[in-house]
């Protein structure tokens, strides 16, 4: 069975950068992406990472903000989001993507971010 | 991107009732890749539906996805106290990939 446990909650100060890891059960060959929900908005797609050849991909909302990397041998993948600002307050998911044609059958607890002076 | 606008936004019904969620993009929706996801509070989304019709693993088949191109819909039968939740729609097929507001199914 496959699980997704993310780390805890952080408070950080704008500018700030904070970094979020996600530590996967089973199998070391998956895709990993990164969604937010900020109170009262909608999900929030930033990026994905391919555990086999490390390939990226980042939306360009977040790109030059967001970095999401990988290590193989905890089998856990990482997003850290820089310059941060209030609005970067949200609740932080990672998502594996399925087989093909599946998005996201399996999601982490979510890590809360928040962006506080 | 694509925009994707659900409807309604609110929904309130009675166990036993029919659900319809609708979900419009703004363009074409490549290959059907929609999916549906539902959240009750305090938890992450579950994947119910993907590729516009299939049910994911373990999903009841009184779920069921229907639609293309711009238009797709979420129908959910004989509606079970545990059914009420926050849906939301998701295009996977063109980056970014996107998430409509979400319907909130409330009971009446």
């Known amino acids: 069975q496959v699980q997704l446990v993310q780390s805890g909650a952080e408070v950080k100060k704008p500018g700030a950068s904070v970094k979020v890891s996600c530590k996967a059960s089973?199998?070391?060959?998956?895709?990993m992406h990164w969604v937010r929900q900020a109170p009262g908005q909608r999900l929030e797609w930033m990026g994905w990472?391919?555990?086999?050849?490390?390939?990226?991909k980042y939306s360009q909302k977040f790109q030059g903000r967001v970095t999401i990397t990988k290590n193989t041998s905890a089998n856990t993948a990482y997003m850290e989001l820089s310059s941060l600002r209030s609005e970067d307050t949200a609740l932080y998911y990672c998502?594996?993507?399925?087989?093909?044609?599946?998005?996201?059958?399996?999601w982490g607890q979510g890590s809360l971010v928040i962006v506080s002076s | 991107e694509i925009v994707l606008t659900q409807s309604p936004g609110t929904l309130s019904l009675s166990p036993g009732e029919r659900a319809t969620l609708s979900c419009r993009a703004s363009?074409?929706?490549?290959?059907?890749?929609l999916a549906w996801f539902q959240q009750k509070p305090g938890q992450s989304p579950r994947l119910l539906i993907y590729?516009?019709?299939i049910r994911a693993t373990g999903i009841p088949d009184r779920f069921s996805g229907s639609g293309s191109g711009t238009d797709f819909s979420l129908t959910i039968n004989r509606l079970e106290p545990e059914d009420f939740a926050v849906y939301y729609c998701?295009?996977?097929?063109?980056?970014?990939?996107?998430f409509g507001q979400g319907t909130k199914l409330e009971i009446k």
């Open positions: 363009q074409t929706v490549i290959s059907s890749y």
């Open positions: 590729y516009a019709s």
């Open positions: 990472i391919n555990a086999v050849n490390g390939n990226t």
């Open positions: 998502a594996r993507e399925g087989p093909i044609a599946v998005p996201f059958d399996y």
């Open positions: 089973g199998n070391n060959h998956w895709v």
């Open positions: 998701h295009q996977y097929g063109t980056s970014p990939w996107t």
